[in-house]
């Protein structure tokens, strides 16, 4: 599983004045968000199709293709989604054949 190497950054937004005084707190540091190549838009991978279903995890799914349950987030970012809770029993997910044809464009 790669390493993102995220920014972090200080949080000092006034917006957020309220929390910080309540925590006695100046600030809070917090991580960029990832922004992924250009390159995976076009990205042409073979891919497997799997019908979501009562028991279905992000993470067993990539347990049982990839015997590494870790790269869940592969799954994710191939069906656009951020986590189970966008899908509905019945929709059709794509599992890619090849995690590392992913990984390796990142």
């Known amino acids: 599983m790669p390493k993102y ?3 972090k950054f200080k949080n000092q937004s006034e917006t957020y004045q309220f929390l ?9 540091r917090q991580y960029t968000s990832k922004v992924f190549s250009k390159k995976l838009k076009t990205l042409s991978v073979s891919v497997n199709r799997h019908t979501w279903k009562q028991g279905d995890k992000l993470y067993k799914l990539a ?4 015997g590494d349950f870790r790269l869940w987030w592969v799954i994710a970012l191939i069906n656009k989604i951020s986590c189970e809770a966008d899908l509905t029993y ?4 794509l599992i890619p054949s090849s995690p590392s044809e992913i990984i390796s464009k990142l």
């Open 90 to 93: 019945g929709d059709i997910i």
């Open 63 to 66: 347990a049982s293709n990839y």
């Open 5 to 7: 190497s995220r920014r």
């Open 20 to 28: 910080f005084d309540k925590r006695s707190l100046d600030f809070v």
